[in-house]
């Protein structure tokens, strides 16, 4: 089942997913945080924990934590979980300073900026693999184009770019202006476009286009623009199938749509991402509620992950992240 409304907006109630999900009891949740072996639900929640989770980040991974957290209210949980999404980076910038307890990120935390932070506050942490994304790119309906080789993606969205029309990207596309809508520079999807993808050494993509972390003016720019182009995860766009055109990516290998299968079997390159949740440790080990959701979070993974139309882990990638989860504290 699909979680067909979790945005920005106001998030529906999503108890019908969870009356869908089998949490059945299997021994006493603080002893065993790992208990199901799929991520399918396989949980005994603790309804007695009470307190406040304060997670922020990611505009991107924002909808799988959302799903979580109203998951757990509906299966009767009293702990508050409130969810920001002020961008991945955003979001580090108060996780390092302590005053988060879980930062959702669409990357990585930077070796040479965000975690030293972290250790300089004393923050440690631990990174959960959550699911896999596709950044998708997009543009308006009526575009007569339907694929990008990664040098036109570079062409496109590069810093040194000065391409206005669609035809200085290909001449065979059509004599038409661009018009660009983009991350916002504390995105991390914006920074894997620009690290992952374009690979410019400065790390940054071309300043002319709109920009923005949310990611619904950009999904209105897009189909709004004639020549509209930009780019999200794959869960915005398939919020958004009726409004947008996805791209092809060929990498070398042929055209390649975004899909969760692609982005599973790693065809669809070099589009497909990680996405994680960093857990503070101190938060996790000294405060029930904490120690209770994140549980609650990467036992009931699949159904997350699925419910909020992102791609669920394979069985070894949800190993790793069951294993990271029970070695905090230990």
């Given at each position: 089942?699909?979680?067909?409304?979790?945005?920005?907006?106001?998030?529906?109630?999503?108890?019908?997913?969870?009356?869908?999900?089998?949490?059945?009891?299997?021994?006493?949740?603080?002893?065993?945080?790992?208990?199901?072996?799929?991520?399918?639900?396989?949980?005994?929640l603790d309804t007695s924990i009470e307190g406040e989770v304060a997670v922020d980040g990611s505009s991107t991974v924002y909808p799988m934590t959302t799903a979580a957290q109203e998951l757990m209210a509906a299966d009767g949980s009293?702990?508050?979980?409130?969810?920001?999404?002020?961008?991945?980076?955003?979001?580090?910038?108060?996780?390092?300073?302590?005053?988060?307890?879980?930062?959702?990120?669409?990357?990585?935390?930077?070796?040479?900026?965000?975690?030293?932070?972290?250790?300089?506050?004393?923050?440690?942490?631990?990174?959960?693999?959550?699911?896999?994304?596709?950044?998708?790119?997009?543009?308006?309906?009526?575009?007569?184009?339907?694929?990008?080789?990664?040098?036109?993606?570079?062409?496109?969205?590069?810093?040194?770019?000065?391409?206005?029309?669609?035809?200085?990207?290909?001449?065979?596309?059509?004599?038409?202006?661009?018009?660009?809508?983009?991350?916002?520079?504390?995105?991390?999807?914006?920074?894997?476009?620009?690290?992952?993808?374009?690979?410019?050494?400065?790390?940054?993509?071309?300043?002319?286009?709109?920009?923005?972390?949310?990611?619904?003016?950009?999904?209105?720019?897009?189909?709004?623009?004639?020549?509209?182009?930009?780019?999200?995860?794959?869960?915005?766009?398939?919020?958004?199938?009726?409004?947008?055109?996805?791209?092809?990516?060929?990498?070398?290998?042929?055209?390649?749509?975004?899909?969760?299968?692609?982005?599973?079997?790693?065809?669809?390159?070099?589009?497909?991402?990680?996405?994680?949740?960093?857990?503070?440790?101190?938060?996790?080990?000294?405060?029930?509620?904490?120690?209770?959701?994140?549980?609650?979070y990467i036992a009931n993974l699949a159904d997350i992950a699925t419910g909020a139309q992102f791609i669920a882990l394979n069985d070894e990638d949800y190993a790793e992240t069951q294993s990271k989860l029970a070695a905090i504290g230990?």
């Amino acid at each position: 089942m699909k979680l067909n409304t979790i945005r920005r907006a106001a998030v529906p109630s999503i108890a019908a997913l969870a009356m869908t999900m089998t949490l059945a009891a299997c021994g006493d949740s603080e002893d065993d945080p790992n208990a199901g072996t799929d991520g399918s639900g396989d949980y005994s929640l603790d309804t007695s924990i009470e307190g406040e989770v304060a997670v922020d980040g990611s505009s991107t991974v924002y909808p799988m934590t959302t799903a979580a957290q109203e998951l757990m209210a509906a299966d009767g949980s009293a702990i508050q979980v409130s969810v920001g999404q002020s961008g991945t980076g955003g979001g580090f910038e108060v996780f390092c300073k302590g005053e988060t307890d879980i930062s959702d990120a669409s990357r990585p935390i930077k070796d040479d900026e965000e975690a030293p932070i972290c250790a300089e506050n004393k923050v440690e942490y631990t990174e959960l693999h959550v699911a896999t994304d596709a950044l998708t790119v997009v543009v308006h309906k009526d575009l007569a184009v339907d694929c990008l080789t990664v040098d036109e993606l570079i062409a496109l969205f590069g810093p040194k770019s000065k391409a206005t029309n669609w035809n200085e990207i290909n001449p065979e596309f059509p004599d038409q202006a661009i018009t660009g809508f983009i991350p916002g520079t504390d995105s991390g999807t914006y920074d894997y476009m620009a690290a992952d993808v374009v690979g410019d050494d400065s790390e940054t993509l071309r300043k002319d286009f709109e920009s923005s972390e949310d990611d619904n003016v950009l999904v209105n720019g897009v189909s709004g623009t004639e020549g509209g182009v930009g780019f999200f995860g794959y869960t915005y766009y398939e919020q958004n199938v009726d409004k947008l055109k996805p791209l092809s990516i060929d990498n070398g290998a042929g055209c390649v749509a975004p899909s969760a299968e692609t982005a599973r079997d790693g065809s669809y390159a070099p589009l497909a991402r990680p996405l994680f949740i960093y857990v503070n440790n101190a938060s996790y080990t000294d405060k029930p509620a904490v120690k209770e959701f994140s549980n609650y979070y990467i036992a009931n993974l699949a159904d997350i992950a699925t419910g909020a139309q992102f791609i669920a882990l394979n069985d070894e990638d949800y190993a790793e992240t069951q294993s990271k989860l029970a070695a905090i504290g230990s």
